[in-house]
């Protein structure tokens, strides 16, 4: 290229110096024709010349055009290429940006995670240096106690004042009684709150129970309608919920007719008894007298397993009133009535043990026994094993009260109560060796007369909370 342009500057210059020939038109036309004629063929040769470098400088610089516009498609190709690496590039930084990011917000949890922990794990150590010095100072204290008592105990040998060893030794004593009666009161506490369990748990198997039915009877409606009493038996409608455990869970399950209802207490046969359902609740009859139609002179095995007629007069039996009561939160309720069709009611909290206790009647005292519950809630505090003419377990060394009475009976003296007694009609035998085997209950009627009617019913505890 800088080659052409020299050659065409070149010719340029050359015809400058030499005076452009067509420009000389005007010399002496006479003289000097043939010099003329010779500039012209000089002339022509250097248009020529001219015109041959124009031609050479255009081919070259089409060449050039040329090459330049191949090397400018590929330098814009390659800018192309370029642009693109660019472009994802910068899209790949951005990427990692975003990822820098993500990755910064997550350490900056952890890190708050970490300072929590820190926290928590100091918090949990001053807390465990605390405890340990609590314990610390406990055991400082029961040390010095236990070296206060031990002091007390041996009387203090250091001391030479014998007073003072007597006024440490009855300290000692002292201190030794008043631990006694908060262990007394400990054991009452613990005991209270055993029976409570018991009824609330009780409580629970009757909730439970109640929902259950309710749920039965909103899927079938209305199944009852065909249960009437017949014969003083109370049909139970043959619902798949489970048997009561007994007459109160019976009313709670919204029976109201007294009569004769199929119970089955936990871990127990299901069995027959008389329900007396009352307005605050349902009763289950442990015995009934009312007119002498059954011989209550029976022994161990009969008072055990029980006899009579549940619609008439009965003995439900040890055995069952023991599976009802078991547990203990019970309360035994004594309907008395005389020949003057005057009336008693006794309520006595109560447990019954089982054979391998005789059966024996405990009963809870709340506050003091009135004086008609002192007939049998006294001596049965402690507790009172059943006796039969066969089975002497009462309280009378000399005497066995079932045989020298009749029937069975929680006998302490044999003199406070007996309801299983003969049954005397009205009026009763005038010899007091022969009326003193009726039924009595010492502290209503006194010890020598016959009662009319007596019925026991037991019902648990939570029945005393509606009535
Ligand atoms: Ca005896």
Redesign the pocket.
Known sequence: MKTTLATLTLCLVVLMATGFPLEKKGGSASGSAAKEKRVQYAAWDDVNVIAHGLLQLGQGLKEHVDKTKVQMRDISTKLKVFNRTVAELGKESQKLRVEGEALKVQARGLEDREGQLLNVTAELREKAEEMQQERRTMSERMNRLEEKVDSMLQGEPGLSDTNAGTKNKSDAHNIQLMLEAQNRRIDDLMERIRLQQEKLDKQNVRIRTLQSHIQQSKQRPSPRSSNTERSGIVEQGDSPVEVASDCHELFLRGETTSGVYTIKPINAEPFKVFCEMTVDGGWTVIQRRQDGSVDFDQQWHAYQKGFGNLNGEFWLGLEKIHTIAKDGGYILNIKLSDWGDDFASVRLPFRLGGEETKYTLQTMEVGTFSTLETSLGTDATSGLPF?TSDQ??????????AKHLSGGWW?SNCGRSNLNGRYFQSPPPKQRHQRKQGIFWKTWRGRYYPLKTSMIMIAPAAIENKS
């Open positions: 006796s002497d377990n009462d309280q009378k060394n000399d005497l066995n009260c006998f």
